[in-house]
Every structure is written in C-alpha cells, then in structure tokens.
C-alpha cells in the first residue's frame, strides 16, 4: 500500500518548494481572483503609486485615506499571461 501511494503522489520537486525569505501568504490575483502565495506569482510594484487622501475633503474623516487597487502601489497576478491580460484591458472569462 506504501508504495501505491509512494507512485500515485509523488513528493513536488524542491524548486517548487518556498525557499527561506519566500513570502507564503497567499494573495488573490487581481486579473482572475484566483487565491495563491506570494511566492509562487508575479508581484508587481507600481512606481507611480498614488494614495488619495481624503481628508482635504470636508465631509471626510481626518485622517482616512481611500487606496485603490492601482494607487496602492503593488498588483498581484497568478503568472505572466495574467499580467499581461490585465495590463491589455482584458477581462477575466472563466
């Protein structure tokens, strides 16, 4: 029986293990939603990141700030294909 599982689940190659210093707390990907670990995607840092702040408004509360998904500075995607996808205006059909 050991070997049966032995041949039918065979143990993941090391590279595809999270090495250390490797995030592994899973974020959704902003093209499909799909829920993965930081490590295994695409991280991409926004350089002309924005926060709106608020505040200036007289209705708001001091101090909150509203951060979008592109104004927080970081987009996550499951790999490149999705990146791109997203950067070309696609929208994800499941």
């Not at 590279?15 to 993965?36: A, E």
């Amino acid at each position: 029986m050991w070997g049966f599982y032995k041949f039918m689940y065979p143990r993941a190659p090391k590279s595809m293990m999270p090495k250390k210093g490797d995030v592994i707390t899973p974020r959704q990907c902003d093209f499909c939603g799909n829920s993965l670990a930081e490590y295994r995607g695409v991280l991409e840092s926004n350089i002309n990141a924005k926060t709106i702040d608020v505040s200036a408004d007289a209705g708001a509360n001091m101090g909150s700030e509203i951060m979008d998904k592109s104004a927080s500075g970081e987009l996550f995607f499951c790999n490149y294909e999705h990146q791109a996808d997203f950067h070309a205006g696609k929208v994800y059909q499941p």
